[in-house]
């Protein structure tokens, strides 16, 4: 089965989301978080399907009154990484912002996660801010932000 364009998220897909959530150790959204922000019109969920499973997923956030837009996860199956499928859910990400009259992008990501760095950077993230201990682990973490130039 081809693969799908990122959609947004419904209920329906909770337990999907949850089950790729626990693929990763610490800092997971629970079900309660899920919930609140799909019930949110400051928050947009998005999900990429592969072989007809949910495969990656991501978080949008918006703040009345700002045109800066907050990614706040982006997660893809381990399984079915080096697929393009980050990628195109950050370029969703940036659509979507975009479309809502924001300006910048910015995220938080983990300072040894060099694979999420490198999607990043390589999308023309830049680094406005280290985060010394900013997970819950303890962790370093980054900000990164990115200018959204409208389209001609």
């Given at each position: 089965?081809?693969?799908?364009?990122?959609?947004?998220?419904?209920?329906?897909?909770?337990?999907?989301?949850?089950?790729?959530?626990?693929?990763?150790?610490?800092?997971?959204?629970?079900?309660?978080?899920?919930?609140?922000?799909?019930?949110?019109?400051?928050?947009?969920?998005?999900?990429?399907?592969?072989?007809?499973?949910?495969?990656?997923?991501?978080?949008?956030?918006?703040?009345?009154?700002?045109?800066?837009?907050?990614?706040?996860?982006?997660?893809?199956?381990?399984?079915?990484?080096?697929?393009?499928?980050?990628?195109?859910?950050?370029?969703?990400?940036?659509?979507?912002?975009?479309?809502?009259?924001?300006?910048?992008?910015?995220?938080?990501?983990?300072?040894?996660?060099?694979?999420?760095?490198?999607?990043?950077?390589?999308?023309?993230?830049?680094?406005?801010?280290?985060?010394p201990g900013y997970?819950?682990?303890?962790?370093?973490?980054?900000?990164?932000?990115?200018?959204?130039?409208?389209?001609?």
């Amino acid at each position: 089965m081809p693969d799908s364009a990122p959609r947004d998220a419904t209920p329906a897909d909770l337990p999907a989301l949850l089950a790729l959530e626990a693929q990763f150790p610490g800092d997971r959204m629970s079900a309660r978080q899920y919930r609140r922000h799909l019930a949110s019109p400051r928050a947009r969920i998005r999900v990429a399907e592969r072989d007809g499973t949910l495969a990656g997923a991501s978080v949008l956030l918006f703040r009345a009154g700002s045109a800066t837009a907050r990614l706040y996860s982006i997660v893809v199956d381990p399984a079915r990484r080096g697929q393009g499928l980050g990628r195109r859910l950050l370029d969703d990400a940036e659509n979507l912002a975009r479309a809502r009259g924001c300006t910048r992008l910015r995220l938080e990501v983990r300072a040894d996660n060099p694979a999420a760095l490198a999607l990043y950077e390589g999308a023309g993230y830049r680094r406005l801010a280290a985060l010394p201990g900013y997970y819950e682990d303890g962790g370093d973490g980054l900000r990164l932000e990115k200018a959204l130039p409208t389209p001609p």
